[in-house]
T-cell receptor, first 114, second 110 residues
Framework: GAGVSQSPSNKVTEKGKDVELRCDPISGHTALYWYRQSLGQGLEFLIYFQGNSAPDKSGLPSDRFSAERTGGSVSTLTIQRTQQEDSAVYLC????????????FGNGTRLTVT | EDQVTQSPEALRLQEGESSSLNCSYTVSGLRGLFWYRQDPGKGPEFLFTLYSAGEEKEKERLKATLTKKESFLHITAPKPEDSATYLCAANAGNNRKLIWGLGTSLAVNP
């Protein structure tokens, strides 16, 4: 079946611009995660959605970052007023529950802020 | 503090030369230890979940084992296509609290 789909695969933007990253999870997966991966650093948790519950935003690095999930499916991560330090690969993952089911990742969006 | 440490950071093997990757963890209340493979430009691909000490899982040339302090990913007679970064993550209560290692970059030369 179809895996997690992310778009765009690459995004180059100028400092100060807003960007939107999209994630389409595996059908039927109720849990959705956003992570950030920078060179030489581990996966950094950003935000988590589970069903209709309030999202866990504890990993968002600043108030310039926000995310929403519409209809329990597609999610959008928005970064406002981008900074150079936002350059990274943004990974989306989904799982069938939030317990201990494995996460399934998309191929990420590589964001470059110039 | 919950922590996951992977070693070595990088490993270069000749084709057919078996070896092991290590994932040491200090997590209270471990609820699962995940292994992933990540190819350049791709997202991590799920390999195994281990839940309790003594558990082993195998897939082709890979075998993952778990003790109370560490997990090993054994690679038997590796091929060049096994070249990738291998990541481990410990579930410290639920998937929102996954603790990730920095990975081992494996290169297998033909």
């Amino acid at each position: 079946g179809a895996g997690v789909s992310q778009s765009p695969s690459n995004k180059v933007t100028e400092k100060g611009k807003d960007v939107e990253l999209r994630c389409d999870p595996i059908s039927g997966h109720t849990a959705l995660y956003w992570y950030r991966q920078s060179l030489g650093q581990g996966l950094e948790f950003l935000i988590y959605f589970q069903g209709n519950s309030a999202p866990d935003k504890s990993g968002l690095p600043s108030d310039r970052f926000s995310a929403e999930r519409t209809g329990g499916s597609v999610s959008t991560l928005t970064i406002q007023r981008t900074q150079q330090e936002d350059s990274a690969v943004y990974l989306c993952a989904s799982s069938s529950n939030s317990g201990s089911s494995p996460l399934h990742f998309g191929n990420g969006t590589r964001l470059t802020v110039t | 503090e919950d922590q996951v440490t992977q070693s070595p950071e990088a490993l270069r093997l000749q084709e057919g030369e078996s070896s092991s990757l290590n994932c040491s963890y200090t997590v209270s209340g471990l609820r699962g230890l995940f292994w992933y493979r990540q190819d350049p430009g791709k997202g991590p691909e799920f390999l195994f979940t281990l839940y309790s000490a003594g558990e082993e899982k195998e897939k082709e040339r890979l075998k993952a084992t778990l003790t109370k302090k560490e997990s090993f990913l054994h690679i038997t007679a590796p091929k060049p296509e096994d070249s990738a970064t291998y990541l481990c993550a410990a579930n410290a209560g639920n998937n929102r609290k996954l603790i990730w290692g920095l990975g081992t970059s494996l290169a297998v030369n033909p």
